[in-house]
């Protein structure tokens, strides 16, 4: 049986024929994109990577969409669904050579060790950028921000959640440790499916509230801000956020 980096290379091979040749995009509008950016999301099936896949893959950007599960995969028109351990760095690396960037939006929630668990994913990523000289974003959490008073998010939290919370710290660590072009993107404190609106508010490494004190984003205004990253760079080799 084929290994399934193999397998994985394949299907890549099938996605990447389709879009239009690079010589026929170069001719796009003066302003626009040479060519849609073909994006590596690993995570795709999760509650934020599906919105992250239906918002590019509806920009028109091809998606090499991996998962552990790729059937949880939702199909459609720009998608490749593809299997991937994401601590499998030498599979990760020959993925990640056919894609422009790669978006990794996996959470440490597998049942045992966080830490573990997000070191694995964030040392392969950052291997798999590294061997392919592709950016890496990786979407955070509110826990690797600051409140507006400096003290750190992760170390008011419950301890429930201080595990994950640190976890995701020590992978933007990671990164600002790193040679390779990233960006760590935490979303609101709270984050969960809701509508697109367009409208919200974007910073860098300060958790944002409104007039309230309620700091929240839906996951679809989450991913639409994610690919404007892609499509515009704006906050490379730095972290960033978003709320209400």
Do not use: C
Not at 133 to 154: E, F, H, T, Y
């Amino acid at each position: 049986m084929p290994h399934r980096s193999v397998v994985a290379f394949i299907a890549v091979m099938i996605l990447i024929a389709a879009p239009p040749t690079r010589a026929a995009l170069a001719q796009a509008a003066p302003g626009r994109e040479a060519r849609p950016a073909i994006i590596l999301l690993v995570g795709a099936s999760g509650m934020i990577g599906s919105r992250i896949l239906a918002e590019a893959a509806g920009r028109g950007h091809p998606v090499i969409a991996a998962a552990r599960h790729p059937e949880r995969i939702a199909a459609g028109t720009n998608i490749r669904a593809v299997q991937l351990d994401a601590t499998d760095v030498q599979a990760f690396i020959v993925l990640a050579r056919h894609a422009d960037v790669i978006v990794i939006a996996t959470s440490p929630r597998g049942g045992g060790d966080p830490f573990k668990e997000a070191k694995a994913v964030g040392d392969a990523a950052i291997a798999a950028a590294r061997a392919t000289g592709k950016r890496l974003i990786v979407v955070g959490g509110a826990g690797s921000l600051s409140l507006p008073d400096g003290r750190p998010v992760a170390d008011t939290l419950p301890a429930a959640y201080r595990g994950e919370a640190l976890a995701m710290r020590a992978v933007l660590d990671s990164l600002k440790a790193s040679d390779v072009d990233w960006t760590f993107f935490s979303p609101a404190f709270s984050i969960a499916p809701g509508q697109r609106t367009g409208q919200y508010r974007l910073g860098t490494t300060t958790l944002l509230s409104d007039q309230n004190g309620n700091s929240r984003i839906s996951a679809e205004d989450y991913a639409k801000a994610l690919v404007d990253e892609v499509e515009s760079p704006a906050h490379e080799r730095a972290q960033m956020t978003i709320a209400y």
